[in-house]
C-alpha cells in the first residue's frame, strides 16, 4: 500500500486498471502529465479544496512555508488547502501585483474583505485611522458598527485639504485612509500631499508605530491609477467592479509591500475571506485581459457625456475628473494616468440636479432615475459600477443610506446626487437615452 502511494508522485504509475470503473470514475486518471499548467494557453481552473501531499514531510514543509514568505524563497508553493492558498489565486495575485506596481498582492472575497485584511493587520485596540470623511457606504459601516466595539476610532477630516491631518492627529494614529475618486462626489486627494506629511511624521516614530497610507483605488481601476507610484502604502480594490468588469464575480485584492504579505495570509486564513477559485480564475480570464480595451472605451464615452450633461440646463453642477470646470481637474491630470502615460479621468460621473431646494432637487432625483428604470434602454438602474452595461443610482438612498440625512453634508453627498457608472455601449445611445429622460423632469 505504501509503495502505491509512494508511485503516485510520478517515478511508478499506478495501474489503474486493477481498480473496479465505479472507483476510476471518482479518480479518473489520479495522475497525468498533462496536467501542466504552465504550457496552457488559458489557466485551467483549479477546483480543489485540498491537496495531495506525497509524504507527511512534504505536508510539514508545506506547513512551515505558509505566510512565511522568505522561507519560500523561488521555489513553487506546496499546495495544501483552498483557504492558505491555491494556483488560480496565486496567478491572480501575480498579475494584479504586476499591473498596480506593487511587491505583492492578497485577494479576498470582495472589496470589503480586502478592506478588513489591510485593516486587520494594521491596527489593534485603541489605534486611530484617519480618513477622509466621504467614503464607499459600507466602508462608513464598518468603521461606524463595528470599529468601535474593537475601540478603534476612525477620524473623518477633508483630506482634499492634506493639511487636515493634523488637526486630528495623535500618537495612536496609524493609518491614513481614503478613495480618490471618493466614492460617490468623486472628490480627489492629492496622493503625493498626504505622503509628504506622513513622512514628516513617520521621522520621529519608531518602526513599528510609523503611519501607513491605504488607497482604496476601486474608481479608476489599476488603468487608469496606480497609488503606490505615488506614494501610497497599500492598494485595496473591489474586484468586483471595474477591474472583474463583467459584474459576474465578487473579488477584492490588497496590493502592497513584500514585509506585509505574510500577515494578510495569516489574516485571510483566520477570517476567512477567502476568493473562491472560480472567481480568481475568471477575473484572471476575462477581467485583466480585456482591462484596458474597457477602459479607453469607457473613458472616451464617460467625457462625452460628463460634457453633455455639464452643458444640459436641468444639471446644477457635474463632478467628473475630466471636465476643466471641475474642481479637482489639475491635481486629476498629475495622478490619473493610464499605463501609455494619457490622462485617464475613469468611467463614474457624479452630478447633481437643480431644483429650488434640496427637498425638490431630491425629488427631480428620484423622478429621473424611476423614469430610466422604465424608459431607458442604455442605463440600468442599479449598485456597483464598473460594468458591462452602465448603471445609475442615487447614493442617498441606495449606496449611502448608511449615512443619515442630516449627515449628508457632513460626508459630501447632496440629497438630489446621481451617480452614474459608464459601461461599454455606444455613446450615442446613452446620450440619447440621457436626453430624453432628462426631458421628462
Ligand atoms: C464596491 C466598493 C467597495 C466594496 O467592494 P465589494 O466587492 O462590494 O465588497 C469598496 N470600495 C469602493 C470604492 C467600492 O465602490
Not at 504586476?98 to 480586502?114: D, H, L, N, P, Q
Request: aromatic share 8%; net charge negative.
Amino acid at each position: 500500500m505504501s509503495e502505491e502511494i509512494k508511485s503516485k508522485s510520478g517515478e511508478k504509475k499506478i495501474d489503474e486498471s486493477k481498480y473496479s470503473m465505479d472507483t476510476r470514475l471518482i479518480y479518473g486518471k489520479n495522475v497525468s502529465d498533462h496536467w501542466d499548467y504552465q504550457h496552457h494557453v488559458t489557466a485551467p481552473i483549479s477546483s480543489s479544496t485540498t491537496f495531495r501531499l506525497d509524504s507527511v514531510d512534504r505536508g510539514a514543509e508545506g506547513f512551515m512555508q505558509f505566510a512565511n514568505t522568505k522561507a519560500l524563497g523561488d521555489e513553487a508553493p506546496i499546495f495544501i488547502y483552498d483557504r492558505l492558498g491555491e494556483p488560480n489565486k496565486d496567478l491572480l495575485e501575480e498579475n494584479l501585483a504586476y499591473i498596480e506596481k506593487g511587491e505583492m498582492a492578497v485577494t479576498f472575497t470582495s472589496g470589503m474583505g480586502a478592506i478588513s485584511g489591510v485593516l486587520g493587520i494594521l491596527t489593534k485596540t485603541g489605534d486611530e485611522i484617519i480618513s477622509h470623511h466621504t467614503l464607499y457606504g459600507c466602508t462608513i459601516s464598518l468603521f461606524k458598527n463595528w470599529y468601535t466595539r474593537y475601540n478603534i476610532a476612525v477620524r473623518n477630516v477633508d483630506l482634499t485639504n492634506p493639511e487636515n491631518i493634523y488637526n486630528v492627529l495623535n500618537k495612536n494614529s496609524k493609518v491614513i485612509y481614503f478613495e480618490t475618486p471618493a466614492n460617490p462626489n468623486l472628490d480627489i486627494i492629492d496622493i503625493a500631499a498626504i505622503r509628504k506629511i506622513v513622512d514628516e511624521i513617520n521621522k520621529d516614530r519608531s518602526e513599528e508605530d510609523k503611519i501607513t497610507i491605504v488607497v482604496d483605488n476601486t474608481f479608476s481601476t489599476s488603468f487608469c491609477q496606480r497609488p503606490i507610484e505615488q506614494g501610497a502604502d497599500f492598494v485595496v480594490h473591489s474586484l468586483t467592479k471595474g477591474m472583474g468588469g463583467f459584474g459576474t464575480d465578487m473579488g477584492g485584492a490588497v496590493i502592497g509591500k513584500k514585509i506585509y504579505r505574510d500577515a494578510l495570509l495569516l489574516f485571510r486564513k483566520d477570517f476567512g475571506a477567502v476568493l473562491n477559485t472560480r472567481s480568481a480564475w475568471s477575473i484572471l480570464t476575462y477581467g485583466l485581459p480585456s482591462l484596458a480595451l474597457r477602459q479607453k472605451h469607457i473613458v472616451r464615452s464617460a467625457m462625452r457625456v460628463a460634457e453633455f450633461l455639464d452643458s444640459h440646463p436641468k444639471v446644477e453642477f457635474v463632478n467628473y475628473p475630466g471636465l476643466e470646470s471641475f474642481k479637482y481637474h489639475e491635481l486629476a491630470k498629475k495622478q490619473m494616468i493610464d499605463f501609455n502615460g494619457n490622462f485617464a479621468p475613469g468611467g463614474l460621473i457624479y452630478f447633481v440636479l437643480k431644483g429650488i431646494n434640496a427637498a425638490e432637487s431630491k425629488e427631480n432625483g428620484k423622478k429621473l432615475m424611476n423614469y430610466i428604470a422604465d424608459n431607458a434602454y442604455t442605463m440600468t438602474l442599479a449598485v456597483s459600477l464598473g460594468h458591462t452595461r452602465t448603471l445609475i443610482e442615487h447614493p442617498a438612498s441606495m449606496t449611502h443610506s448608511v449615512v443619515p440625512a442630516e449627515k449628508l453634508v457632513e460626508r459630501g453627498i447632496d440629497s438630489g446626487g446621481v451617480r452614474i457608472s459608464i459601461g461599454l455601449e455606444n455613446t450615442d445611445d446613452i446620450l440619447l437615452d440621457l436626453d430624453r429622460s432628462l426631458e421628462e423632469i
